[in-house]
C-alpha cells in the first residue's frame, strides 16, 4: 500500500534508510524543522539548515521516487533565545516560496515557558501573516498535557488561525480527544520507547474514528522507527479494519490536510 509520512526527520537518517521506504510503499514525507542535538549560535546555522531541506533533502528522495516536502521554523528547544529566535523568523520568509515548502513547523512548548510562548506565538504571527499551514510540536511526557493545554489555549484565542490548517502533532490518549473536539488535526507518533505503539494508535482511531486523524514514525538521530507507519498498516491489517480505512490514515488524510498548502498542491505526484 502507498503511504505519506507526515513527519519524519531524513537530515537525521542514512540514505539506506529512503531505499527501505520506497520498497515498504513510502511515496512522499514530510520533515519538520527540528532540533539539531545541539543548540545552534546563528541565523546563518538556520540559513545553512534550511538550505539542506529545501535543496539536498528532496534530491536524497528522489532517488528512491519518494517527494520530500517540509516545514520552517526554530524549534521549541532553542526558543529560550529569545533574540536568536526572532532573527531566525525573520529570515524564514526568504524560503516560503521554494516548492517542497508547506508552512510553518514544528512549532510549539518543550517545557512550557514564557520564552517558548513568546515565540510560538511570534511564529503564530508568522504563519498568518504568509496564509501558512501550521505543524505543531506538543511536549515529551509529564509536560504534555499542561503544554498541549496551552498551546490549544493560545491557537483557540486567535481568531484568525484556520484550525482546519493546524496539525498538533504527537498527541496521546490523554490529548487526542480535545485536540479533535477543537477542530484541529491531531498526529499519532509511533516510538519504540516513547509517544505512542502502533497498538495504542489503532486502539485511538478505533476510539475517534478516522477524521482529521494521521500516523507517523518521527524518525530522527535517537531510538525511534522510519518504518513506523508500515508497522501501523500491519496492526489495523490484523484486526481486520478495511484497506480503504487504513488508506485513509496513512494516505489519504495527510494529502487531505497538506493540499491547503498551495506548494504541495503544485508539486505533489499522486499515484
Not at 524560503?95 to 513568546?118: C, M, R, Y
Request: contains cysteine; charged residues 25%.
Amino acid at each position: 500500500m502507498d503511504y505519506i509520512d507526515p513527519h519524519i526527520h531524513m537530515v537525521s537518517r542514512i540514505t539506506d534508510d529512503y531505499e527501505t521506504l520506497s520498497r515498504m510503499g513510502c511515496v512522499a514525507v514530510s520533515e519538520p524543522a527540528f532540533w539539531a542535538g545541539y543548540d545552534r549560535g546563528s541565523v546563518d546555522g538556520f540559513r545553512d539548515y534550511f538550505r539542506q531541506l529545501t535543496e539536498v533533502e528532496p534530491k536524497r528522495a528522489a532517488n528512491y521516487g519518494i517527494q520530500l516536502f517540509c516545514w520552517l521554523c526554530i524549534n521549541a528547544k532553542e526558543a529560550e533565545n529569545v533574540a536568536l529566535s526572532r532573527e531566525v523568523i525573520a529570515m524564514i520568509p526568504e524560503f516560503l516560496d521554494h516548492p517542497n515548502v508547506l508552512g510553518i513547523g514544528e512549532i510549539g512548548l518543550n517545557k512550557n515557558t514564557k520564552n517558548e510562548s513568546i515565540i510560538f506565538l511570534e511564529h503564530l504571527e508568522l504563519a498568518i501573516k504568509y496564509e501558512q499551514s501550521i505543524l505543531i510540536h506538543t511536549p515529551h511526557l509529564a509536560d504534555k498535557y499542561q503544554g498541549t493545554r496551552m498551546i490549544l489555549d493560545m491557537l483557540s484565542d486567535d481568531s484568525r488561525i484556520d484550525r482546519d490548517r493546524v496539525l498538533v502533532d504527537h498527541v496521546e490518549e490523554h490529548t487526542i480527544g480535545e485536540v479533535l473536539d477543537r477542530g484541529f488535526w491531531a498526529g499519532m507518533t509511533l516510538y519504540p520507547v516513547s509517544k505512542c505503539t502502533p497498538e495504542r494508535a489503532v486502539d485511538m482511531i478505533e476510539m475517534y474514528g478516522p477524521e482529521r486523524l494521521m500516523a507517523n514514525s518521527a524518525g530522527d538521530w535517537g531510538p525511534s522507527k522510519p518504518t513506523a507507519v508500515p508497522d501501523l498498516i500491519f496492526e489495523m491489517r490484523r484486526r481486520g479494519h478495511s484497506e480503504t480505512l487504513i488508506r485513509k490514515i496513512v494516505y489519504d488524510n495527510p494529502i487531505e490536510f497538506f493540499s491547503q498548502s498551495p506548494n504541495f498542491n503544485n508539486h505533489f505526484q499522486s499515484r
